[in-house]
């Protein structure tokens, strides 16, 4: 089955704990990227790649970190979380970023920073 | 920069009816990608429907069809003999076209209730 794998589903950390959320995709797309849902906001893109290691910045970068080292996995990378990062996390993916396509959505990751 | 505005935080319709989200967006483009997208309580966002601006007629999916109106910038949902799974959130999504950075602009979603 073609699908977006993110994992954990939920995670609740402390201020300051290194965490990394896994995005996994088995349709072979160039594209992935990362949002985060808020309560009133809609989705928000943080980071996104064309590529393998090509990455760059969406719209609320801040405090995240991302790598493409194999095509299939796009990591998000929470160096030192605050309690500002609790949301709800969407990876997607898709052949291309031109929006031709659309985009293939994981379950989400709701992580909570107490 | 573009933004999506959904005016209707909540609507409700009952099981068979027909409803209409309404969705509009503010762009100076002239091409340029709009979506739906469906969350249902499970979380995963789902792609309902997708529509190109430089095509004039208006996608339709099944029991799911749009009325994008592009001089008015309005791209609203119709969602004919609802059924009970149809209850979710609906986000109105917006992407500008030929760039490769994937930045869907989202509304702030509408949550329909479907009554039985």
């Known amino acids: 089955e073609a699908q977006v794998t993110q994992n954990p589903r939920y995670l609740i950390t402390v201020t300051g704990k290194k965490l990394t959320v896994t995005c996994s995709q088995n349709?072979?797309?160039?594209?992935m990227s990362w949002y985060r849902q808020d309560p009133g906001l809609g989705l928000r893109q943080i980071y996104y790649?064309?590529?393998?290691?090509?990455?760059d910045k969406g719209d609320v970068p801040e405090g995240y970190k991302v790598s493409r080292k194999e095509k299939r996995n796009f990591p998000l990378i929470l160096e030192s979380p605050s309690p500002n990062q609790t949301s709800l996390y969407f990876c997607?993916?898709?052949?291309?970023?031109?929006?031709?396509?659309?985009?293939?959505f994981g379950s989400g990751t709701r992580l909570t920073v107490v | 920069a573009q933004t999506v505005t959904q005016s209707q935080p909540e609507m409700s319709v009952q099981e068979a009816e027909t409803v209409t989200l309404s969705c509009t967006y503010d762009?100076?483009?002239?091409?340029?990608?709009l979506f739906w997208y469906k969350q249902p309580p499970s979380r995963q966002m789902i792609l309902v429907i997708r529509?190109?601006?430089?095509?004039?007629q208006n996608a339709t999916e099944n029991r799911f069809s749009v009325n994008f109106q592009k001089a008015a910038k309005s791209f609203s949902l119709k969602i004919s003999d609802s059924q009970l799974g149809d209850a979710a959130m609906y986000f109105c999504?917006?992407?500008?076209?030929?760039?490769?950075?994937?930045?869907?602009?989202f509304g702030k979603g509408t949550k329909l209730s479907v009554k039985p």
């Open positions: 997607a993916s898709s052949p291309s970023g031109t929006g031709h396509y659309g985009y293939t």
């Open positions: 349709m072979n797309h160039e594209y």
């Open positions: 790649s064309m590529n393998v290691e090509v990455t």
């Open positions: 762009t100076s483009e002239s091409d340029y990608y």
């Open positions: 529509q190109e601006a430089y095509k004039q």
């Open positions: 999504a917006y992407q500008n076209y030929g760039g490769s950075q994937g930045n869907l602009i």
